[in-house]
């Protein structure tokens, strides 16, 4: 009798394991939460530049990844450098069903003007990084500045702003008050898009930008000259010969300024979601992201409208993140200073 009930229990045991234990539970219970559900990418900056097409790209190839196949949409939500973005994950992010593609600048700017940006991006789920943000900094060929020296010995130059706590706004600052170029930021440009129209018309002479946005004809009928790489990485396209800021820094303290500084080009395309997303969830949007990246049709695609892949995953960028938030104070106040209107 008693081994029969301990056989019995035995049984009833390895039954509710199967039937709804936590093993069994981790393994279905991401699949059955997202299965008939939208993830929504909220993309913190207008449309029309780089941010939103990483996020299309992303939009079309994750869901199919990820366990119970959710329909995954887009949504712009640009304002305040896409802090505005952010914010939404604190409202509306925490079951793992909205994912924030945002500028990377924010991130400097949360350490070096908490008061401004009040946002510990340590508190974040980071699922990966796209690609690295590569670069550059442009001109209009018809101001005839055509290298780095020109343009430090030219007059004042008008480069196109948008809003603070993005990377163009920061390295335009950067390039004035670290590298002594002289310039003059007209702000007000809603995005990317709209900097390019206004360097069409004649408007600015210059911005700094993306790579992946700079318009082929721009540089097949030689409209502008790029003037300098904020990064170090040489991508298809592009003249190895234009210098790397890092490059143009002589004393090491400013070189690791520098260095602090373009972090946000080193962690370019980031996908997030809130901090208090299931765990399970979070590992789950991660694989997927790792296989998305890693999958032959996603790459083909990326190299066919010009976007460039170069993933980090999850860890990697929250590794990062916390590297630079123990960047020491002495040093933030210097690229507070150096980036500050």
């Known amino acids: 009798m008693h081994d029969a009930l301990s056989r019995h229990c035995i049984v009833a045991a390895v039954f509710a394991l199967v039937a709804g234990g936590p093993a069994a539970a981790q393994v279905d219970s991401v699949g059955a939460f997202y299965a008939g559900k939208q993830l929504k990418i909220i993309v913190g900056l207008p449309p029309g530049g780089g941010a939103d097409a990483y996020a299309r790209l992303v939009q079309r190839h994750l869901g199919r990844h990820i366990p119970g196949n959710p329909t995954t949409v887009v949504q712009s939500m640009p304002g305040a450098g896409s802090l505005r973005s952010v914010m939404a994950l604190n409202t509306s992010g925490s079951d793992g069903t909205t994912m924030v593609h945002f500028s990377s600048g924010l991130l400097t700017e949360a350490i070096t003007a908490p008061d401004r940006v009040k946002v510990d991006f340590r508190s974040y789920a980071w699922i990966g990084n796209v690609s690295e943000d590569v670069r550059v ?12 020296a020109d343009m430090r010995a030219h007059r004042e130059l008008i480069f196109a702003g948008s809003a603070a706590g993005t990377a163009g706004n920061a390295n335009i600052i950067m390039l004035r008050n670290l590298f002594g170029v002289p310039l003059k930021i007209v702000q007000g440009y809603a995005g990317s898009a709209a900097k ?7 408007e600015v002479d210059g911005d700094c930008g993306g790579w992946t946005s700079v318009p082929e004809d721009w540089l097949r009928e030689k409209k502008i000259n790029v003037i300098v790489r904020l990064s170090s990485t040489v991508v298809a396209g592009m003249d190895g010969k234009v210098p790397f800021g890092g490059d143009l ?8 300024i520098y260095d602090f500084l373009v972090l946000p080009e080193r962690l370019g395309r980031l996908l997030m979601v809130a901090g208090d997303v299931p765990q399970e ?16 049709a996603f790459r083909a695609e990326a ?35 150096i980036i500050s209107e």
């Open 137 to 148: 900094c442009y001109l209009r060929s018809g101001t005839g500045v055509r290298t780095w």
């Open 196 to 202: 390019r129209l206004a360097i069409e018309r004649g």
């Open 249 to 256: 820094v002589r004393d090491p303290e400013e070189r690791r």
């Open 281 to 296: 969830r979070v590992m789950a949007l991660r694989g997927a992201f790792d296989a998305m990246v890693a999958e032959p």
């Open 303 to 337: 190299a066919k409208a010009n976007l460039i892949v170069a993933p980090m995953t999850g860890a990697q960028v929250a590794r990062q993140v916390a590297e630079a938030y123990a960047t020491p104070a002495a040093l933030i106040a210097r690229a507070k200073a």
